[in-house]
């Protein structure tokens, strides 16, 4: 069950559409033999909004599920997630 | 003008095409409601799998055009592209 | 205030120690003249050091303050805080 | 063998000396029970530090090391360190 407010949920699918476009063109540029360090700049712009949307899911997600399992009582679990999604970014 | 031998180009292209399709997952994850935490490690599919095409894309051009400025004398602007794609990686 | 308890404190003060030991052996090899890739390494090594410490602090953070601002109904700005270290990290 | 000239090796010593001045002051931190946001912003100025070293010694070894061994017929090896260090950076 999640707790992502209608707007949110929008805003997320519409920048991870962005991303999508973001990377058919990385595919373009292979095969169309762009330079390499072009096509790492424009990888990594595809990475780099997909950090934004991770923040803005993050974000959200603190304050709604982990904040609703720490008044519940029941933290230690919502923070093993949170602290497992942090080790993978480091 | 690049040198990505066939093999290699068709290899990054694949897998630029299951990225693509982790992708598309993330997208039906948020629409779908999934829960946070799974969709966020969804999204950590795909950045890894870009990070490995970033490094096959790197190796690549270190081995062809770099090598080559290198043995021309005009190393310096070659080093200095490789240098600004390591500093956005940290 | 904070609320660290007294054998994590101590934790992380003995892990800061050895991260202090492996930053100083950075400095010998760049005063001896090391190969530069070992070098490297070496120094990646105090930065994952120091990434495991900053995991055990950032978890007691949201064992401890994070989770009492959230019971005490002012988690927005304990949320606004982790959000800026998670996007410093990324 | 290395071949980091005289100004370059001092600045970088100058350099991992400030780190160690900011690492000696988590230290102090933790001891002091300073608040945990501000020690993570304060490991995090030491990590910085050491990346934008490291960015010095990897552009000083891609123009020396690497570009001898490329020069000298033999990059293989001289790359696949390169590699071997861009993929832990990330």
Do not use: W
């Not at 949920?9 to 360090?37: P, S």
């Not at 230690?76 to 602290?83: F, G, L």
Request: proline share 1%.
């Amino acid at each position: 069950m999640t707790y992502r407010p209608k707007d949110t949920k929008e805003r997320i699918v519409h920048r991870l559409k962005i991303a999508q476009g973001h990377l058919k063109k990385v595919i373009t540029m292979i095969e169309g033999d762009a330079y390499c360090i072009d096509i790492l700049h424009q990888s990594d712009a595809v990475q780099k909004a997909l950090k934004e949307i991770d923040n803005i899911i993050l974000e959200n997600h603190l304050k709604s599920c982990v904040s609703d399992s720490i008044r519940e009582g029941k933290s230690d679990e919502a923070i093993a997630e949170v602290m497992n999604v942090f080790k993978k970014k480091q």
